[in-house]
């Protein structure tokens, strides 16, 4: 069943087009979602280390001049 419909201009043939949305289903929570998950908060832990280490050695620097 669709739950809404869409008119839009398609670039390549400059004429309507309906666009169907279907429902979408939740994705499954599995491995895959975990590891995903792991590895974004682990970046962002790396990331947010980087910066820290960054402001405290830009810090020093400012301090000894």
Known sequence: ???CT???ISPLSLGLLEVTLE???PAP???DSFSN???IYL???ILSCYYEFSRRAS???LQDS
Request: proline share 0%; charged share 15%.
């Open 1 to 3: 069943m669709a739950l």
């Open 6 to 8: 869409a008119v839009c």
């Open 23 to 25: 429902r979408w289903q």
């Open 29 to 31: 929570w599995d491995m």
């Open 37 to 39: 998950l792991v590895v």
């Open 43 to 45: 970046l962002l832990f």
């Open 59 to 61: 810090h020093k620097l």
